[in-house]
């Protein structure tokens, strides 16, 4: 069973990962799951949301037909942040290309 502590690293993960548009979309979805569960104290949503997130990770080849994949958008980011920070963690400011994220210095 993963709390949300647990959750952290693969949540620091998540800004490193380069995927197609479309798999950030669902990143995004679920991210957004998670933190409706954590809120909700769901411990039953938040299991399948995290089991969710593991296999949509970056993989070795990009389908064909799919856009080039790209890191993280901003929004996710976002999204991301806020999650991380309701658990307890530090937000991240930064892509991982090391640019600082737009409103925030280096």
Do not use: F, Y
Not at 28 to 48: N, P, S, T, Y
């Amino acid at each position: 069973m993963t709390t949300p502590g647990d959750a952290l690293p693969l949540l620091d993960a998540v800004v490193t990962w380069t995927l197609p548009p479309e798999d950030w979309a669902v990143v995004a979805e679920i991210l957004e799951d998670l933190e409706i569960a954590h809120r909700g104290q769901d411990a039953a949503a938040w299991q399948a949301a995290m089991a969710d997130l593991g296999p949509h990770g970056p993989r070795r080849a990009t389908r064909i037909g799919s856009a080039m994949p790209t890191g993280i958008p901003a929004p996710v980011l976002e999204r991301r942040n806020v999650l991380v920070h309701a658990l307890g963690g530090a937000a991240r400011g930064e892509r991982p290309d090391r640019r600082p994220v737009k409103g925030q210095s280096a």
